[in-house]
């Protein structure tokens, strides 16, 4: 009988922990509300195109950050630092995923990171 109502103890003890984590979908949720991430999937003639769409809240005339990963054979800890690019401007947006843009600063590339900061308050 005592090993039954440890379990029990146990059991409710450690539920209300894992149930206050926050799951994926709603961290991203959030994560949406104070900013737009996403990166660069194609680069031509025609100008390119960013995994940022209209879900995201992409608008035609927004202006987003360029970032790229760079590689720091050497250091301590990451060997990976994150280098401003340049900018680029949504043109439209294709879907909800997706935009046109076009580059206003900088040698973009693919797999790019492209941000907006937006301003909360």
């Not at 995201?56 to 250091?75: E, F, I, K, W």
């Amino acid at each position: 009988m005592n090993t039954h109502r440890y379990l029990i103890a146990i059991s409710l003890l450690a539920a209300p922990p894992v149930a206050a984590f926050p799951t994926a979908a709603v961290a991203q949720g959030v994560k949406h509300t104070f900013f737009m991430r996403g990166s660069v999937v194609n680069v031509g003639g025609e100008g390119i195109v960013v995994c940022v769409g209209k879900i995201d809240g992409a608008q035609a005339g927004q202006v987003l950050n360029v970032y790229r990963n760079v590689y720091r054979p050497g250091r301590s800890g990451a060997n990976f630092t994150r280098t401003a690019i340049g900018t680029v401007r949504i043109r439209s947006s294709l879907n909800d995923h997706f935009s046109n843009a076009s580059v206003l600063k900088g040698d973009v590339k693919v797999n790019d990171i492209v941000e907006l900061e937006r301003r909360v308050g």
